[in-house]
């Protein structure tokens, strides 16, 4: 076995075992008003205060799937990169994204509810809040994160 795919197989279970518990529905028919999403922590490849909830399949498992992140007010991701394309859709609130390997907010594009973004795998990109926001993801798993400074990956904290 690769490295590469040791490091998939690593991931897949990271995130099996951290979102496991709030994937609500892994096949069929799925329809959830707001009140009844099941919210927990994120996994602890964000930083801490995100919450989680897995609406629609498995993103430690191939095939679709669908999440949905709240991310407090003065939330920030450091520059990183997704081994798969990610689909962000904001719901409430306003997601600010940058592109590139290296912090710097004046590259960065306002994103308020309604809007959408696609960044292809491996696009190095960050993301702040000034307020509490709820984005959704969906793509194709298994999803996973990857920092372009290993010290800000939470995991090594």
């Excluded at 075992?17 to 096949?27: E, K, R």
Aim: a neutral charge; zero cysteines.
């Amino acid at each position: 076995m690769g490295a590469i795919r040791r490091w998939e197989t690593l991931l897949s279970i990271t995130v099996a075992l951290f979102l496991g518990p709030f994937v609500q529905a892994q096949s069929g028919h799925v329809a959830f008003s707001p009140a009844e999403i099941q919210w927990g922590d994120a996994p602890p490849s964000l930083p801490k205060g995100a919450q989680a909830a897995v609406l629609e399949g498995n993103p430690a498992e191939a095939g679709p799937f669908t999440m949905r992140v709240k991310l407090p007010a003065n939330y920030k991701i450091p520059p990183h990169w997704h081994p798969t394309i990610e689909h962000v859709t904001v719901l409430s609130g306003t997601l600010n994204i940058g592109m590139g390997d290296a912090w710097d907010e004046t590259k960065g594009k306002a994103l308020s509810a309604g809007s959408f973004a696609a960044m292809p795998p491996q696009m190095r990109h960050f993301a702040w809040t000034s307020e509490a926001t709820i984005i959704q993801l969906h793509g194709t798993g298994p999803w996973g994160i990857s920092y372009v400074n290993s010290a800000d990956d939470p995991r090594n904290r």
